[in-house]
């Protein structure tokens, strides 16, 4: 009978096991985010209703069918860490036609992915910068920022291997243009 060795774990395959291991209370999201696991509790209802809002209106003013998804997991490949990071944003928008979601797996690629749409809460530092980067190097085309705090919409594009190249900043109650297979003013007024 012959034994075979197995190579050891890496830290990052041991973070990775204990990640996909945790059992968070109901409403609560556990994310993997550039090497650090990352739980946040339950939004409020004002966070809420500017999601609702959101994709009520890329239900009705996008050219292209979209598909809007909340709260549900990603898996951004980068180039730093083997395993990458395991997001949740807010809203997940995609063309209607990939059913991007359907299956049993609740981690899936990025590609395909059109926009994601963050509303800032009890961390707002992680919205600006990490999940901003993360998002980025998922070349994730579009990033929808609502900063509460700032009373400001930021739609960020062009996404690099570490970041986004371009950030354009609206004030709350100005329209944001979303670009193709948008094509149309989000209205922000609702938001403030």
């Given at each position: 009978m012959s034994v075979m060795a197995h190579e050891?774990?890496?830290q990052e395959d041991i973070l990775l096991e204990g990640f996909l291991a945790l059992d968070t209370p109901k409403?609560?999201?556990a994310e993997l985010i550039e090497g650090d696991i990352v739980v946040t509790p339950p939004p409020d209802g004002d966070h809420e209703e500017c999601i609702g809002d959101v994709q009520g209106q890329i239900s009705r003013g996008s050219e292209t069918p979209m598909r809007c998804y909340g709260n549900k997991g990603l898996k951004i490949s980068r180039p730093d860490l083997q395993h990458g990071d395991r997001v949740i944003p807010d809203m997940t928008v995609a063309p209607e036609e990939l059913r991007l979601f359907r299956g049993?797996?609740?981690?899936?690629?990025s590609a395909g992915v059109a926009?994601?749409?963050e509303v800032t809460s009890s961390r707002p530092g992680r919205d600006r910068e990490l999940k901003r980067r993360s998002y980025a190097c998922g070349q994730i085309p579009l990033y929808l920022l609502l900063d509460r705090d700032h009373g400001t919409?930021?739609?960020?594009?062009e996404p690099d291997a570490r970041d986004y190249v371009q950030a354009l900043r609206f004030p709350f109650g100005k329209p944001v243009p979303l670009p193709e297979p948008f094509g149309f003013d989000l209205d922000t007024s609702e938001f403030g």
């Open positions: 050891p774990l890496s409403g609560f999201r049993a797996d609740p981690w899936v690629s926009l994601v749409v919409v930021t739609l960020f594009s």
